[in-house]
């Protein structure tokens, strides 16, 4: 049984992890989701904190598999995908399958920058103004060439799937992005996706894959927040050009 | 025979897979390194830039190896190690090293953001003041911090390596790290390497590994500046604590 340690309250990178789990039909303990008294709440992730004594990593997600703890977030999905069939053995692909998921989790950080952009330290109404300039120009100069980015390689593989010519890790993260910006700039989001018309059907088909179907409808799949990784602060949203 | 795409006049991301090619012993071509008759200098990296139609990742370093092309320096840097014999080929132990290569590559990334922290956009001049206050909260708060993390993961394997008993690609990315931040810090971070004796020994040792050492003294070795990651510019630096 899969210990996943993660902040209860939020998607947050958590989320990629979750996605393999539920797509791989695993048993997991999403520990600090469990009660107090069962040991959960955010207590049982400062106990795996670097300094706090456990140390598997630097930073939450955290994955106890038996002996073994990892983290960071990409390579807890790797670990996951190569053990049940949803990446590529062969080295070649299965390196490319790392490239993919990084450039996916650059795209991430550099959505969570939007509303952080002077630093994680302040709260975001301390750097509202920071963030509304940075996140006009995420619209008109990033948001399509990430998105972008990931159309090129479906035209390239000429297939719904991002590497390898089958479902794996990286179609998961990729459907957790687009859901994510979808949530936190919905309107230059939609714009930008009519470019990316792969990329959406991308999205759609793992959406309708059965274990994760039945996810997304469960309480297990937590709702978007502006506690996460995508937040909606409608101020941020706007056109994709408009200089 | 391999080749590396990279910028030509700095070390850079390509410098951790320069290591991995050296340590093992590899040919390879340096292709912007090149004359620029013989298909070398920017125009080479230019080419295989994201919309440029290579394609073969986001953003340099690229390695080709024959079919396959590769991009994000962890991944590259991981390829190469595997099929080299420096990297465990166990599924956890890879994993581990892949989990401790992107915290050094966060810790990489963090100190680039010292010389960039508006944005990469602007000249580090133009951001001077900034970049004065980052970096003063980087001694002060977080170099510690990331040096102790190596420091107690190699506490934890009882070893001069970091991961699986035994010299890695991990060893010989976090030599780059502390080389880097003694060329851009170097009194904060000789300061805070007296509390890592673990991590000081691991670096002189990557650093006596013969074909690491011959590299080291080669012209292939390029000198770092501040077009790079790591740059020394006198007035950021300082003790590590001042507050």
Redesign the interface.
């Known amino acids: 049984m899969y210990q996943l340690i993660y902040w209860p309250f939020l998607q947050g990178r958590g989320e990629f992890v979750r996605l393999v789990l539920e797509d791989a039909e695993q048993s997991y303990v999403d520990v600090a989701r469990q009660p107090e008294e069962q040991g959960g709440g955010v207590g049982a992730v400062r106990a795996h904190l ?1 300094g706090a004594g456990s ?1 598997p ?2 930073a939450p997600p955290y994955l106890i ?1 038996g002996e ?1 703890k ?3 977030m ?3 999905c ?2 996951l995908a ?2 049940h069939g949803l990446c590529a053995t062969e ?2 692909t299965r ?2 399958a ?2 993919l998921m ?2 996916i989790c ?1 795209a991430v950080d550099a959505t969570h920058d939007l509303h952080h952009p002077v630093s994680t330290a302040l709260a975001y109404e301390e750097q509202k103004k920071e963030a509304l300039e940075a996140t006009r120009l995420f619209r008109n100069h990033r948001l399509s ?1 990430w998105l972008g ?1 990931f159309e ?1 390689v479906l035209e ?1 593989t000429g297939a719904l799937h991002l590497v390898g010519g089958a479902h794996s890790y990286v179609d998961l993260a990729a459907f957790q992005l687009v859901a994510g910006l979808r949530y936190a700039l919905p309107r230059a989001t939609a714009e930008a996706l009519e470019a990316t018309p792969r990329l959406q059907d991308l999205v759609a088909a793992v959406a309708e894959r059965p274990a994760i179907a039945r996810y997304l409808q469960s309480e297990r799949r937590i709702a978007f927040n502006e506690s996460g990784i995508f937040r909606h602060y409608p101020e941020l949203d706007g056109p994709l050009t408009d200089e």
């Open positions: 670097y140390m990593g630097f598999d073994l990892l983290a960071q990409p390579v807890v790797a670990y190569e053990k080295i070649g390196h490319r790392m490239q990084l450039t650059d060439k980015f090129a390239e």
